[in-house]
């Protein structure tokens, strides 16, 4: 853990009994001497880690040491920086990145091939180094064989090439479409002239006519069929709320005694 100098992935582990097992995936931040987080300094034997991603089951794990917030599970710490302990973070394999191998990774490479000199004359240069014409190296045998020569015997022949016939039917191009033409617009009129951009005369004329057209008679509409006065005289009273017959003080007092009902179960009075 304290081998790393840059931000690494790894994984968190908690020991549940006598098992270990990964809780957690996050970054491994560089330790540095008198580190703090959340503006507090960082225990000894604990490093600062970026919670990315909680395993299925761990989201209710108890944190050792309260995240910046107040967090003290291990859900409400995601993609926070917390405190783990040393001891429980695990790098995987081909993911550290420590100064022992950035050395061993220089010391592997290949240097690079020293510069030559000059080039030599023509006269200085042996007759060994004289690059040898193609035409005296070429090799016959690596010629090519031509399909023909190289055919088994044994393989069917070759199907014969189909002759077209000039005179055979063949169906005509469809005809090109035809482009509408588009909908012409409709031109919108000008607006009318308003009348501070119209000279004297203009605005003269155009209040006469607005005097004229407002005083001109205006055509009576023409009368409409005179209705029949005894027919409309029917349709009136129909439409009016018949009047109750009014009755006299005998008649009311007769009605209201035989409408009680005292009356009419024991004096029947007919």
């Not at 018949?242 to 035989?258: A, F, H």
Request: glycine share 6%; hydrophobic share 30%; aromatic share 6%.
């Amino acid at each position: 853990m304290d081998d790393i100098t840059v931000r690494t992935p790894c994984e968190l582990l908690y020991q549940q009994r006598k098992k270990i097992k990964v809780v957690a995936h996050g970054i491994a931040e560089v330790p540095i001497q008198g580190g703090t987080i959340h503006g507090a300094p960082i225990p000894e034997g604990y490093a600062r880690v970026l919670v990315d991603r909680v395993e299925k089951g761990w989201e209710d794990l108890d944190l050792e040491i309260p995240g910046g917030d107040g967090e003290e599970k291990l859900q409400h710490a995601l993609h926070t920086w917390i405190c783990w302990n040393k001891r429980y973070i695990r790098f995987p394999q081909g993911t550290t990145y420590s100064a022992a191998s950035a050395q061993n990774a220089r010391s592997r490479s290949p240097t690079p091939p020293k510069s030559m000199g000059p080039l030599s004359s023509p006269a200085q240069r042996s007759p060994s180094m004289d690059l040898p014409s193609p035409s005296l190296q070429r090799d016959p045998s690596m010629d090519l064989p031509s399909p023909a020569t190289n055919r088994d015997p044994g393989m069917s022949p070759p199907p014969p090439k189909v002759k077209i016939n000039a005179n055979a039917w063949v169906p005509s191009p469809p005809p090109p479409k035809v482009k509408k033409n588009p909908a012409m617009k409709k031109e919108k009129p000008p607006p009318p002239k308003l009348a501070y951009n119209m000279t004297n005369e203009e605005l003269n004329a155009h209040v006469r006519k607005e005097v004229t057209d407002y005083f001109t008679l205006k055509r009576m509409p023409e009368p409409k069929q005179p209705v029949n006065p005894a027919g409309k005289k029917f349709f009136i009273g129909i439409c009016q709320p018949r009047e109750k017959e009014t009755l006299s003080d005998y008649d009311c007092s007769i009605t209201n005694s035989y409408q009680k009902k005292s009356n009419c179960r024991y004096k029947n009075i007919p």
